[in-house]
């Protein structure tokens, strides 16, 4: 039985109003969007903790807030935009805090936060999936068998992923490799006709 994060990626995106009613709503659409996946707990708990921030700690309280999430082989890639505003410095103190949590879980450097050029506010993260190694980037994939619609509607998402990965992420190579793979059969496609 393969899963979500097995397979091709998958994309989940919704739009929540800006209320603590709607972080439960969250968690049960991640858990189904990502149910049979090897690290779907790990995922609700990040897009949870992620949506109650948008929630408490920024200007989409009481407006709204999207969350996105893309398995792909490999990996989760979580996101949730809210529409910015200050980021509320905390206390000192001995406790552990939500992105205390979100930084244990994914590991250092798979997490960060972007402001869009309309100061919304982008907090990333990417989970990697246990037992299932990043693709080696030096290795070319075989796309000579995919009908060209579907070489090009990789190719959209391999984009879409790709912009999404921040600068210097090592998920960079592996799309470039594959975009690259894709490229060059379609213009090989291209001269044969």
Known sequence: ?????TEAATRYQRTFHGRADQVGQVRRDMARHLAG???ADDA???ASELAANSVLHSASAGE?????CDAHP???WIEVEDLGGPWQLRQPDDRPHGLDLIGALAGPGNWGADTTSDGDRIVWVRLDLPGEPMPDPGRVPDVT???SGELERARRELAASLAL?????????PILAHMTAIDA??????RQL
């Open 64 to 68: 709204f807030f999207t969350v996105r």
């Open 165 to 173: 990965a921040r600068p210097g992420s090592p998920v960079r190579g």
């Open 1 to 5: 039985m393969s899963s979500p994060a």
């Open 145 to 147: 068998r995919l009908a």
């Open 44 to 46: 609700v708990l990040i």
């Open 74 to 76: 490999g990996y989760i």
């Open 37 to 39: 996946c090897p690290a």
């Open 185 to 190: 059969e379609l213009a090989g496609r291209d």
